[in-house]
């Protein structure tokens, strides 16, 4: 059984897949995957440097993330061109991560745990998906108060992702997390069990 995780900025979801491999889950973190992915040596590494160029490459050989950024979502906001790179390759290794875990512990549940698991089209290698929502003015709040951010960058994360709504359109359960942990984590536990019992 693979879950596939998501939910937006400030809606619990690392503080729900901490939960969830505290009880035996098997974790997959795509951001982590993302920061491989980029690794010299890789097809994406090749391609960042052929697409953005060599400048992009730090003293050490990596890819100098700040000076990627800059390209990216300066003018003429390139996402689209690292996406398109970056993306595919987080899949190929969840992938293979999933598949490796599933021959070692076949009854473990995985979860992939992937803030773009929507967005990225990779429903379809999760059997469930679970979305963390929170309303966006109590996003505000944490962030901003956890990150020190200021409210309106906050605001313009929030307007640049999903919507709860198209995130709850494409959700097996939601988990509304606008109230306090001690609710969110009955939440999870209502789930992890039901999991359990099947």
Do not use: C
């Not at 982590?32 to 490459?57: I, N, P, S």
């Not at 979502?73 to 690292?82: I, M, P, T, V, Y």
């Not at 803030?115 to 944490?142: H, K, S, Y």
């Not at 997390?177 to 536990?189: C, G, I, K, M, Q």
């Amino acid at each position: 059984m693979v879950i596939g995780l998501t939910g937006g900025i400030a809606s619990g979801k690392s503080t729900v897949a901490r939960l969830l491999e505290s009880w035996g889950a098997y974790m997959i973190d795509a951001d982590k995957l993302g920061h491989k992915a980029y690794l010299q040596g890789t097809r994406a590494y090749r391609q960042v440097v052929e697409t953005f160029g060599e400048d992009v490459v730090g003293a050490d050989g990596e890819i100098d993330r700040a000076v990627l950024g800059g390209k990216v979502f300066g003018a003429g906001n390139r996402l689209a061109e690292l996406t398109a790179i970056v993306w595919p390759a987080i899949r190929e290794m969840a992938e293979e991560e999933i598949s490796s875990r599933r021959a070692q512990a076949p009854e473990q549940i995985v979860v992939l745990e992937a803030a773009v698991l929507i967005e990225a089209g990779w429903l379809d290698l999760a059997d469930q998906v679970w979305v963390t929502v929170v309303d966006p003015e109590v996003a505000i709040q944490r962030a901003t108060s956890r990150d020190g951010s200021d409210r309106d960058s906050v605001q313009a994360r929030i307007d640049a992702q999903l919507s709860n709504q198209e995130r709850r359109a494409a959700a097996d359960e939601v988990i509304d997390n606008s109230t306090d942990e001690a609710a969110l984590e009955a939440r999870v536990r209502e789930l992890w069990n039901g999991l359990k019992q099947r």
